[in-house]
């Protein structure tokens, strides 16, 4: 079982870069595959990026070529690099943990089994 609290978001104009944050608490992370997924208002909760235990990546195709994810096992922390941000990448950002930690990471929402509270990304044109 981890907590996972999430950092980093805010308001950033379009071009800029922004880096968020998620620690994990009360457990370890190198047990989990993790993601970052978004939701718009009166849109579904979608995968942004997620990396398994030893470093596969997966990226939404519209971030690709943007967004980095990143994870540190050692400090518990896997963070996503926005570059470029858009307008359309408005939403709240939420992290998330797979059981599953090993293989292709996985892309819907009910694999994962622990969510942090959200962090709010706005972007303006």
């Known amino acids: 079982q981890v907590q996972l609290v999430e950092s980093g978001g805010g308001l950033v104009q379009a071009g800029d870069s922004l880096r968020l944050s998620c620690v994990g608490q009360?457990?370890?992370?190198?047990?989990?595959?993790m993601a970052w997924f978004r939701q718009a208002p009166g849109k579904e909760r979608e995968l942004v990026a997620a990396i398994s235990w030893h470093g596969v990546t997966r990226y939404a195709d519209s971030v690709k070529g943007r967004f980095t994810i990143f994870r540190d096992n050692v400090k518990n922390t896997v963070l996503l690099q926005t570059d470029n941000p858009k307008p359309e990448d408005t939403a709240v950002y939420y992290c998330a943990a797979d059981p599953v930690a090993y293989g292709i990471p996985r892309t819907v929402p009910s694999a994962y089994d622990y969510w942090g509270q959200g962090t709010q990304v706005t972007v303006s044109s």
């Open positions: 009360g457990g370890t992370i190198d047990a989990f595959g």
